[in-house]
């Protein structure tokens, strides 16, 4: 299936009046470009930074790109290392930042991969193929406890300890299709028919421990702020509320002034707003978009522009 980018109305209208004057796009999760050539096409004067740690998607996107010759640049890295790709960038100013979180369409269909729970598949799941951790490691060499907390913390599954215990009375469990028909018999009868596929979460949970989401996204996300030009802005689209919570807090964060106590005379926290928020609650898709794309189903749009100058709370 070809990627269908989400809430593409609202990218373009948050990022491209920071890039009407030029200046550069960071895409750090280009996928297939959907979103990077919208932005492109709606402000020609920017210059696009497209990054990826998949090099199946950069090679894509590199055919998809070719129309924008000389604006492009792409980078096969994690946006959890934006430090060290902004520095061999050079010093043009950012002035858009977009992170659209998780797997792209033709990622989880490609069986090979190991996303999905749908076809068989190696037990894979790596966005970096070169990276050493993938899920069969994680489903046939993590102790029980970890297999546990992995499948409770990252996919909020409350069977979590029947799953983890299963998993291991099978192991070596040998395929996706297998994990799945695993993870749905241990799950209650009666619960298997609410909430989506039995072994969804579980396949999340496996996803975000192998590529390190979260993580990844509380390092890139805050060094994204920092590296934002005056008036620059960053959106960042999430799938599931713990992605979501991640963005939310950084944002609420950078947008924080002065947290000393109010009868305080001067500031002594030193805390500064870097950022203002854009979108007090999240966006999500119309109905008419979920209708027409059913991954849009789950996500969730947030926004901010970075200030001019840090301003500290009501006692600085
Ligand atoms: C949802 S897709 C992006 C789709 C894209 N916006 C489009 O319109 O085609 C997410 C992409 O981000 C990549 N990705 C996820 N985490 C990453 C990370 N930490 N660093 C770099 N790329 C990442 C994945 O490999 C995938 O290609």
């Given amino acids: ?90 010093d043009a100013p950012l002035r858009g930042v977009l992170f659209d979180l998780g797997v792209s369409s033709p990622q989880l269909d490609e069986a090979s991969r190991g996303f999905g729970y749908r076809s068989t598949g190696p037990l894979d799941m790596r966005m970096n193929p070169s990276q050493s951790l993938s899920a069969n490691d994680v489903v046939n060499h993590y102790g029980e406890r ?23 009375d099978a192991r070596p469990v040998g395929s996706t299709t297998e994990l799945a028909d695993i993870v749905k018999n241990a799950i209650p009868a009666a619960t298997r028919r609410t909430g989506g596929h039995p072994a969804r979460r579980t396949f999340q949970a496996l996803r ?42 950084t944002f609420a964060e950078a947008a924080k002034g002065c947290v000393c106590p109010p009868d305080f005379p001067i500031c002594t926290c ?12 999240p966006l999500v898709p119309t109905a008419e978009e979920t209708e027409r794309n059913p991954r849009a189903r789950s996500a969730k749009l947030r926004a901010v522009e970075k200030l001019a100058e840090p301003v500290g709370g009501d006692a600085a």
């Fill in 1 to 90: 299936m070809e990627h269908e980018p989400v809430l593409t109305d609202r990218v373009v209208e948050l990022l491209v009046p920071a890039l009407h004057g030029g200046g550069l796009f960071l895409d750090a999760t280009l996928g297939r470009a959907g979103h990077a050539r919208l932005v492109l096409d709606a402000a020609p004067a920017a210059q696009l930074v497209g990054i990826d740690r998949d090099p199946a998607s950069l090679e894509e996107s590199r055919t998809h790109l070719a129309p924008y010759e000389g604006r492009v640049r792409l980078v096969r890295d994690g946006f959890e290392n934006l430090p060290a790709i902004l520095e061999r960038l050079g």
């Fill in 146 to 168: 970890d297999l546990e907390r992995v499948i409770s913390r990252y996919g909020e599954e409350r069977f979590a300890r029947r799953i983890a215990r299963a998993l291991v």
């Fill in 270 to 281: 030193g805390a500064h707003a870097v950022v203002r928020v854009l979108t007090r609650r």
């Fill in 208 to 249: 975000i421990e192998v590529n390190d989401e979260l993580g990844a996204l509380e390092r890139g996300l805050p060094a994204a702020i920092d590296a934002l030009d005056s008036g620059g802005r960053a959106v960042v689209i999430s799938y599931h509320s713990l992605e979501d919570r991640v963005a939310k807090r």
